[in-house]
């Protein structure tokens, strides 16, 4: 039962350019919503969150917007940077659960 | 400030040995994770625990074991390896609060040939 996707395993930006992710998730349940980047042979580190009773939650480049009636997430970055390239995850979960699911990841490259 | 630390950080098995992944916090967090990022795939949850001696399945825990004796430590067990069992390992960490991330260690690169 795969409750997150993330649907683009990969895109490729121009750098300075906008670069958008996208999530979406089944489980009306969820309640925050975690961002993770992951550079190769590291551990994913946290990246920007949202709560549901936010529409959006802005820090520095990176915007996280969340439609809960459409149950879709997305991280936009502006201006997109090579130090971008990575993979992100996105994370929801409810505030007394336990378990943190992840999704199945976008590698995002930024092109010069 | 250690965060999460993993140990080793590379192994090589071969079928059927059996080794342990060490996984220690020093954040004093009550809920620990253990995740498995096979190549070009998501993070699948293999054992998660919210407590000392507690200690719950995840997606993926055929094959593996662990236990929690204390806070900061949380080691995984793999009894007989397989190839299946090759895959990057990620241990992490909350608090346990509502709208808490997760710290992960640096994680440990397995192959079983």
């Known amino acids: 039962d795969q409750q997150v996707k993330q649907n683009s395993p990969s895109l490729s930006v121009q750098e300075g350019r906008i670069s958008i992710l996208n999530c979406d998730y089944t489980n009306s349940m969820f309640d925050y919503f975690l961002w993770y980047k992951k550079y190769p042979a590291e551990g994913p580190t946290f990246l920007i969150s949202i709560s549901s009773i936010k529409d959006k939650n802005e820090d520095g480049r990176f915007t996280v917007f969340l439609n809960k009636s459409a149950k879709h997430l997305s991280l936009h970055i502006v201006p997109s940077q090579p130090g971008d390239s990575a993979v992100y995850f996105c994370a929801p979960y409810t505030g007394t659960a336990s378990k943190l699911t992840f999704g199945t990841g976008t590698r995002l490259q930024v092109t010069l | 400030n250690a965060g999460v630390t993993q140990t080793p950080k590379f192994r090589i098995l071969k079928i059927g040995q059996s080794m342990t992944l060490q996984c220690t916090q020093d954040m004093n967090h009550n809920y620990m994770y253990w995740y498995r990022q096979d190549p070009g795939m998501g993070l699948k949850l293999i054992y998660y625990?919210?407590?000392?001696?507690?200690?719950d399945k995840g997606e993926v825990p055929n094959g593996y074991n662990v236990s929690r004796s204390t806070t900061e430590d949380f080691p995984l067990r793999l009894e007989l390896a397989a190839p299946s069992q090759t895959s990057v390992y990620f241990c992490?960490?909350?608090?346990?609060?509502?709208?808490?991330?997760?710290?992960f260690g640096s994680g440990t690169q397995l192959s079983v040939l």
């Open positions: 625990s919210v407590g000392a001696g507690i200690t």
């Open positions: 992490a960490s909350r608090a346990g609060g509502a709208n808490e991330k997760l710290f």
